[in-house]
Protein backbone atom coordinates (compact mmCIF):
# COMPACT_ATOMS: atom_id res chain seq x y z
CA UNK A 1 0.00 0.00 0.00
CA UNK A 2 2.85 2.30 0.48
CA UNK A 3 4.50 1.91 -2.52
CA UNK A 4 1.02 2.40 -4.37
CA UNK A 5 1.08 5.52 -2.32
CA UNK A 6 4.39 6.69 -3.25
CA UNK A 7 4.06 5.83 -6.74
CA UNK A 8 1.12 8.16 -6.70
CA UNK A 9 2.84 11.00 -5.18
CA UNK A 10 5.77 10.68 -7.77
CA UNK A 11 3.22 11.03 -10.26
CA UNK A 12 2.08 14.19 -8.49
CA UNK A 13 5.48 15.68 -8.74
CA UNK A 14 6.17 15.26 -12.00
CA UNK A 15 2.73 16.49 -12.61
CA UNK A 16 3.95 19.57 -10.65
CA UNK A 17 6.91 19.56 -12.44
CA UNK A 18 5.37 20.57 -16.01
CA UNK A 19 3.03 22.68 -14.73
CA UNK A 20 6.23 24.90 -13.52
CA UNK A 21 7.72 24.12 -16.87
CA UNK A 22 4.98 25.66 -18.60
CA UNK A 23 4.44 28.77 -16.08
CA UNK A 24 8.40 29.56 -16.54
CA UNK A 25 8.91 28.98 -20.42
CA UNK A 26 11.16 26.53 -20.24
CA UNK A 27 12.22 24.96 -23.54
CA UNK A 28 9.03 23.49 -25.02
CA UNK A 29 10.57 20.40 -25.56
CA UNK A 30 11.42 19.48 -22.15
CA UNK A 31 7.96 20.57 -21.29
CA UNK A 32 6.99 17.99 -24.01
CA UNK A 33 7.82 15.12 -22.49
CA UNK A 34 7.39 15.75 -19.03
CA UNK A 35 4.08 16.79 -19.31
CA UNK A 36 3.94 13.98 -21.81
CA UNK A 37 4.74 11.60 -18.87
CA UNK A 38 2.82 12.96 -16.46
CA UNK A 39 0.15 12.49 -18.33
CA UNK A 40 1.21 9.15 -18.68
CA UNK A 41 0.64 8.59 -14.97
CA UNK A 42 -2.29 10.03 -14.55
CA UNK A 43 -3.67 7.45 -16.90
CA UNK A 44 -1.77 4.85 -14.34
CA UNK A 45 -3.36 6.17 -11.22
CA UNK A 46 -6.68 6.39 -12.91
CA UNK A 47 -6.51 3.01 -13.98
CA UNK A 48 -5.25 1.82 -10.36
CA UNK A 49 -8.28 3.86 -8.52
CA UNK A 50 -10.77 2.18 -11.06
CA UNK A 51 -9.69 -1.24 -10.48
CA UNK A 52 -10.05 -0.63 -7.00
CA UNK A 53 -13.28 0.82 -7.47
CA UNK A 54 -14.59 -2.01 -9.78
CA UNK A 55 -12.92 -4.79 -7.68
CA UNK A 56 -16.51 -6.28 -6.44
CA UNK A 57 -18.27 -6.18 -9.87
CA UNK A 58 -17.14 -8.48 -12.90
CA UNK A 59 -15.17 -8.10 -15.75
CA UNK A 60 -18.10 -6.46 -17.71
CA UNK A 61 -18.17 -3.27 -15.54
CA UNK A 62 -14.85 -2.83 -14.52
CA UNK A 63 -13.77 -3.13 -18.11
CA UNK A 64 -16.07 -0.87 -19.10
CA UNK A 65 -15.61 1.70 -16.39
CA UNK A 66 -11.74 1.40 -16.69
CA UNK A 67 -11.56 2.29 -20.38
CA UNK A 68 -14.30 5.46 -19.85
CA UNK A 69 -12.15 6.53 -17.17
CA UNK A 70 -8.84 5.54 -18.89
CA UNK A 71 -9.99 7.51 -22.06
CA UNK A 72 -9.69 10.84 -20.04
CA UNK A 73 -6.05 12.17 -20.91
CA UNK A 74 -7.05 11.83 -24.89
CA UNK A 75 -10.47 13.65 -24.55
CA UNK A 76 -8.55 16.26 -22.48
CA UNK A 77 -5.60 16.38 -24.83
CA UNK A 78 -8.29 16.60 -28.60
CA UNK A 79 -10.41 19.09 -26.76
CA UNK A 80 -7.58 21.33 -26.19
CA UNK A 81 -5.73 20.85 -29.50
CA UNK A 82 -9.15 21.47 -31.25
CA UNK A 83 -9.39 24.77 -29.20
CA UNK A 84 -5.78 25.93 -30.34
CA UNK A 85 -6.61 25.02 -34.03
CA UNK A 86 -4.30 21.59 -34.17
CA UNK A 87 -7.15 19.67 -36.00
CA UNK A 88 -4.47 17.14 -37.57
CA UNK A 89 -3.29 16.24 -34.08
CA UNK A 90 -6.84 16.03 -32.83
CA UNK A 91 -7.68 13.44 -35.65
CA UNK A 92 -4.43 12.11 -35.83
CA UNK A 93 -5.02 11.20 -31.15
CA UNK A 94 -8.15 9.25 -32.06
CA UNK A 95 -7.53 7.35 -34.57
CA UNK A 96 -3.98 6.88 -32.91
CA UNK A 97 -6.16 5.91 -29.89
CA UNK A 98 -8.01 3.32 -32.18
CA UNK A 99 -5.10 1.56 -33.59
CA UNK A 100 -2.85 1.48 -30.51
CA UNK A 101 -5.99 -0.06 -28.63
CA UNK A 102 -7.07 -2.59 -31.07
CA UNK A 103 -2.96 -3.47 -32.60
CA UNK A 104 -0.27 -3.05 -30.05
CA UNK A 105 -2.04 -2.93 -26.59
CA UNK A 106 -4.46 -6.06 -27.64
CA UNK A 107 -1.35 -8.03 -29.15
CA UNK A 108 0.56 -7.13 -26.35
CA UNK A 109 -2.10 -8.71 -24.05
CA UNK A 110 -2.40 -11.70 -26.51
CA UNK A 111 1.26 -12.38 -26.13
CA UNK A 112 1.12 -11.76 -22.35
CA UNK A 113 -1.80 -14.22 -21.87
CA UNK A 114 -0.73 -17.07 -24.12
CA UNK A 115 3.15 -17.13 -22.60
CA UNK A 116 1.73 -17.60 -18.96
CA UNK A 117 -1.10 -20.20 -20.11
CA UNK A 118 -0.34 -23.84 -19.75
CA UNK A 119 -0.94 -25.01 -23.38
CA UNK A 120 0.17 -21.30 -25.34
CA UNK A 121 -3.20 -20.44 -26.09
CA UNK A 122 -5.36 -17.27 -24.14
CA UNK A 123 -8.91 -18.15 -23.88
CA UNK A 124 -11.62 -15.39 -23.71
CA UNK A 125 -15.43 -15.14 -24.00
CA UNK A 126 -16.11 -14.48 -27.85
CA UNK A 127 -18.97 -12.31 -27.21
CA UNK A 128 -16.83 -8.96 -26.64
CA UNK A 129 -14.40 -9.52 -29.68
CA UNK A 130 -17.35 -9.89 -32.06
CA UNK A 131 -19.53 -7.22 -30.37
CA UNK A 132 -16.29 -4.84 -30.80
CA UNK A 133 -15.64 -6.20 -34.49
CA UNK A 134 -19.39 -5.32 -35.78
CA UNK A 135 -19.16 -1.90 -33.69
CA UNK A 136 -15.87 -0.82 -35.01
CA UNK A 137 -17.13 -2.15 -38.51
CA UNK A 138 -19.99 0.41 -37.91
CA UNK A 139 -17.90 2.97 -37.40
CA UNK A 140 -15.46 2.27 -40.63
CA UNK A 141 -18.73 2.26 -42.85
CA UNK A 142 -19.46 6.15 -42.18
CA UNK A 143 -15.74 6.95 -42.28
CA UNK A 144 -15.49 4.82 -45.64
CA UNK A 145 -18.68 6.57 -47.14
CA UNK A 146 -17.58 10.15 -46.22
CA UNK A 147 -13.43 9.71 -47.13
CA UNK A 148 -15.22 8.25 -50.64
CA UNK A 149 -17.41 11.45 -50.95
CA UNK A 150 -14.15 13.71 -50.32
CA UNK A 151 -12.43 11.93 -52.84
CA UNK A 152 -15.05 12.10 -55.53
CA UNK A 153 -15.72 16.08 -54.74
CA UNK A 154 -19.62 15.18 -55.17
CA UNK A 155 -22.55 17.73 -53.50
CA UNK A 156 -22.31 15.57 -50.34
CA UNK A 157 -18.59 16.29 -49.82
CA UNK A 158 -19.50 20.07 -49.52
CA UNK A 159 -21.61 19.20 -45.80
CA UNK A 160 -19.43 16.50 -44.31
CA UNK A 161 -19.89 18.48 -40.59
CA UNK A 162 -23.12 18.07 -41.00
CA UNK A 163 -23.41 14.04 -42.27
CA UNK A 164 -20.66 13.90 -39.83
CA UNK A 165 -22.79 15.14 -36.51
CA UNK A 166 -25.73 12.86 -37.79
CA UNK A 167 -23.15 9.83 -38.06
CA UNK A 168 -21.97 10.61 -34.70
CA UNK A 169 -25.37 10.69 -32.94
CA UNK A 170 -26.29 7.45 -34.94
CA UNK A 171 -23.15 5.97 -33.45
CA UNK A 172 -23.86 6.96 -30.19
CA UNK A 173 -27.36 5.49 -30.23
CA UNK A 174 -25.99 2.21 -31.37
CA UNK A 175 -23.66 2.18 -28.63
CA UNK A 176 -25.91 3.19 -25.65
CA UNK A 177 -27.85 0.17 -27.33
CA UNK A 178 -24.65 -2.19 -26.62
CA UNK A 179 -23.75 -1.17 -23.77
CA UNK A 180 -26.81 -1.32 -21.93
CA UNK A 181 -27.06 -4.82 -23.10
CA UNK A 182 -23.42 -5.37 -22.13
CA UNK A 183 -23.73 -4.35 -18.61
CA UNK A 184 -27.12 -6.46 -18.09
CA UNK A 185 -26.03 -9.67 -18.77
CA UNK A 186 -22.42 -8.97 -17.62
CA UNK A 187 -24.12 -8.52 -14.19
CA UNK A 188 -25.93 -11.53 -14.46
CA UNK A 189 -22.86 -14.08 -15.85
CA UNK A 190 -20.06 -12.44 -13.96
CA UNK A 191 -20.70 -12.26 -10.37
CA UNK A 192 -17.61 -13.61 -9.34
CA UNK A 193 -14.91 -11.08 -7.43
CA UNK A 194 -11.91 -10.36 -9.48
CA UNK A 195 -8.89 -10.32 -8.39
CA UNK A 196 -7.03 -6.72 -9.00
CA UNK A 197 -3.63 -6.48 -10.35
CA UNK A 198 -2.52 -3.90 -7.80
CA UNK A 199 -3.24 -3.40 -4.14
CA UNK A 200 -6.69 -2.42 -3.58
CA UNK A 201 -6.93 1.01 -1.74
CA UNK A 202 -10.15 1.81 -0.03
CA UNK A 203 -12.86 3.29 -1.54
CA UNK A 204 -13.08 6.58 -0.50
CA UNK A 205 -9.29 7.07 -1.58
CA UNK A 206 -9.71 5.57 -4.63
CA UNK A 207 -12.86 8.31 -5.71
CA UNK A 208 -10.78 11.33 -4.33
CA UNK A 209 -7.83 9.97 -6.92
CA UNK A 210 -10.04 9.75 -9.20
CA UNK A 211 -11.58 13.40 -8.93
CA UNK A 212 -7.64 14.55 -8.23
CA UNK A 213 -6.47 12.72 -11.50
CA UNK A 214 -9.50 14.08 -13.45
CA UNK A 215 -8.28 17.86 -12.36
CA UNK A 216 -4.61 16.90 -13.29
CA UNK A 217 -5.46 15.36 -16.53
CA UNK A 218 -7.18 18.57 -18.26
CA UNK A 219 -4.23 20.60 -16.56
CA UNK A 220 -1.60 18.47 -17.91
CA UNK A 221 -3.39 18.09 -21.68
CA UNK A 222 -3.32 22.17 -22.07
CA UNK A 223 0.19 22.32 -21.10
CA UNK A 224 0.96 19.36 -23.50
CA UNK A 225 -0.55 21.12 -26.36
CA UNK A 226 0.55 24.24 -25.50
CA UNK A 227 4.56 22.72 -25.99
CA UNK A 228 3.38 20.88 -29.15
CA UNK A 229 3.68 22.97 -31.69
CA UNK A 230 7.11 24.30 -31.25
CA UNK A 231 8.32 21.01 -29.84
CA UNK A 232 7.53 19.05 -33.08
CA UNK A 233 9.15 21.65 -35.31
CA UNK A 234 12.15 21.14 -32.57
CA UNK A 235 12.45 17.24 -32.72
CA UNK A 236 11.26 17.63 -36.86
CA UNK A 237 8.74 15.17 -36.57
CA UNK A 238 4.90 15.37 -38.04
CA UNK A 239 2.27 16.32 -36.54
CA UNK A 240 0.73 13.15 -37.49
CA UNK A 241 3.39 11.10 -35.77
CA UNK A 242 3.00 12.86 -32.95
CA UNK A 243 -1.11 12.35 -32.91
CA UNK A 244 -0.85 8.48 -34.32
CA UNK A 245 2.00 7.48 -31.83
CA UNK A 246 3.17 9.93 -28.99
CA UNK A 247 -0.14 11.12 -28.34
CA UNK A 248 -1.86 7.76 -28.52
CA UNK A 249 0.66 5.45 -26.23
CA UNK A 250 0.55 8.15 -23.71
CA UNK A 251 -3.07 8.32 -23.23
CA UNK A 252 -3.82 4.27 -23.65
CA UNK A 253 -1.11 4.34 -20.70
CA UNK A 254 -3.81 2.79 -18.59
CA UNK A 255 -5.04 -0.53 -20.91
CA UNK A 256 -0.85 -0.87 -21.58
CA UNK A 257 -0.28 -1.45 -18.42
CA UNK A 258 -3.48 -2.66 -16.62
CA UNK A 259 -4.54 -5.56 -19.53
CA UNK A 260 -1.18 -6.78 -20.11
CA UNK A 261 -0.51 -7.44 -16.21
CA UNK A 262 -4.33 -9.11 -15.73
CA UNK A 263 -3.00 -11.22 -19.20
CA UNK A 264 -0.16 -12.35 -17.21
CA UNK A 265 -1.93 -13.24 -14.33
CA UNK A 266 -4.30 -15.28 -16.25
CA UNK A 267 -7.13 -12.73 -15.63
CA UNK A 268 -7.75 -13.43 -19.70
CA UNK A 269 -11.40 -12.02 -20.03
CA UNK A 270 -11.01 -9.11 -17.59
CA UNK A 271 -8.02 -8.25 -19.63
CA UNK A 272 -9.61 -8.38 -23.02
CA UNK A 273 -12.53 -6.34 -21.38
CA UNK A 274 -9.81 -3.61 -20.69
CA UNK A 275 -8.70 -3.32 -24.03
CA UNK A 276 -12.13 -4.08 -26.23
CA UNK A 277 -14.28 -1.68 -24.10
CA UNK A 278 -11.69 0.83 -24.96
CA UNK A 279 -11.55 0.34 -28.66
CA UNK A 280 -15.54 0.35 -28.84
CA UNK A 281 -15.13 2.97 -27.34
CA UNK A 282 -13.17 5.46 -28.89
CA UNK A 283 -14.92 4.24 -32.26
CA UNK A 284 -18.49 4.80 -31.16
CA UNK A 285 -18.27 7.34 -28.00
CA UNK A 286 -15.46 8.83 -28.12
CA UNK A 287 -14.57 10.19 -31.54
CA UNK A 288 -18.67 10.78 -31.92
CA UNK A 289 -19.06 13.07 -28.91
CA UNK A 290 -15.29 14.43 -29.86
CA UNK A 291 -17.09 15.41 -33.17
CA UNK A 292 -20.10 16.91 -31.65
CA UNK A 293 -18.30 18.77 -29.14
CA UNK A 294 -15.63 20.50 -32.04
CA UNK A 295 -19.33 22.80 -33.77
CA UNK A 296 -17.96 24.72 -30.47
CA UNK A 297 -14.92 25.45 -32.06
CA UNK A 298 -13.54 27.33 -35.27
CA UNK A 299 -12.38 24.23 -36.26
CA UNK A 300 -14.40 20.96 -36.60
CA UNK A 301 -13.62 17.76 -36.30
CA UNK A 302 -15.20 15.33 -39.15
CA UNK A 303 -15.05 11.42 -39.98
CA UNK A 304 -13.46 12.50 -43.33
CA UNK A 305 -9.50 10.70 -43.43
CA UNK A 306 -6.83 10.10 -46.09
CA UNK A 307 -7.55 6.69 -48.15
CA UNK A 308 -4.27 5.16 -46.28
CA UNK A 309 -5.72 5.47 -42.94
CA UNK A 310 -8.92 4.65 -43.90
CA UNK A 311 -7.27 1.19 -45.59
CA UNK A 312 -5.69 0.78 -41.98
CA UNK A 313 -8.82 1.44 -39.88
CA UNK A 314 -10.72 -1.18 -42.06
CA UNK A 315 -8.16 -4.03 -42.28
CA UNK A 316 -7.59 -3.41 -38.61
CA UNK A 317 -10.89 -4.22 -38.09
CA UNK A 318 -11.16 -7.41 -39.98
CA UNK A 319 -7.79 -8.56 -38.27
CA UNK A 320 -9.18 -7.99 -34.96
CA UNK A 321 -11.78 -10.08 -35.62
CA UNK A 322 -10.28 -12.93 -37.41
CA UNK A 323 -7.82 -12.72 -34.39
CA UNK A 324 -10.58 -12.84 -31.40
CA UNK A 325 -13.49 -14.21 -32.87
CA UNK A 326 -13.70 -17.51 -31.67
CA UNK A 327 -12.61 -16.74 -28.22
CA UNK A 328 -8.72 -17.68 -28.42
CA UNK A 329 -5.67 -16.49 -29.71
CA UNK A 330 -2.17 -18.15 -29.42
CA UNK A 331 1.12 -15.86 -29.33
CA UNK A 332 2.15 -15.23 -32.62
CA UNK A 333 -0.95 -13.90 -33.52
CA UNK A 334 -0.18 -11.07 -31.03
CA UNK A 335 2.83 -10.82 -32.44
CA UNK A 336 1.02 -9.92 -36.05
CA UNK A 337 -1.17 -7.13 -34.46
CA UNK A 338 1.88 -5.59 -33.11
CA UNK A 339 3.90 -6.10 -36.20
CA UNK A 340 1.09 -4.49 -37.87
CA UNK A 341 1.32 -1.59 -35.46
CA UNK A 342 4.67 -1.68 -36.12
CA UNK A 343 4.54 -0.73 -39.78
CA UNK A 344 1.71 1.43 -39.45
CA UNK A 345 4.04 3.57 -37.22
CA UNK A 346 6.47 3.64 -39.63
CA UNK A 347 4.17 4.64 -42.43
CA UNK A 348 3.44 7.53 -40.76
CA UNK A 349 7.11 8.55 -39.43
CA UNK A 350 7.86 9.03 -43.31
CA UNK A 351 4.67 10.79 -44.10
Known sequence: MLRTYAAAAVV????????????????????????GAALGGVAWVIGLATESVGARFGPAVTGALQSTLGNLPELFIVLFALSAGEVVVAQFSVLGSLFANALLVLGLTIAAGSLRSG???????????????????????????????????????????????????????????????????????????????????????????????????AFLSDWFVDALDPAVEALGISKAFTGLVIVAIA????????????????????????VKNSVSQIACFLYPVLVIASLAFEHRLT???????????????????????DGEAVLFEGLALVSLYVVLATLVWFE
Not at 179 to 200: D, I, K, M, N, Q
Not at 251 to 274: M, P, Q, R
Not at 308 to 324: D, S
Open 12 to 35: LAVAAAGGILHFAGAEPVVTFIVT
Open 119 to 217: DGRMTFGARLPNDTATLLLLAVFLIAILGLSDQVGDRASEHQVEISVVGAVCLLIVYGAWLFAYLRSGRTAERALVEPSHTVIPFTVAIAMLGGAAVLA
Open 251 to 274: GNAVENVVAVTLAWKGHNDLSISV
Open 303 to 325: FVIDPVYLGALALTAIAVWQITG
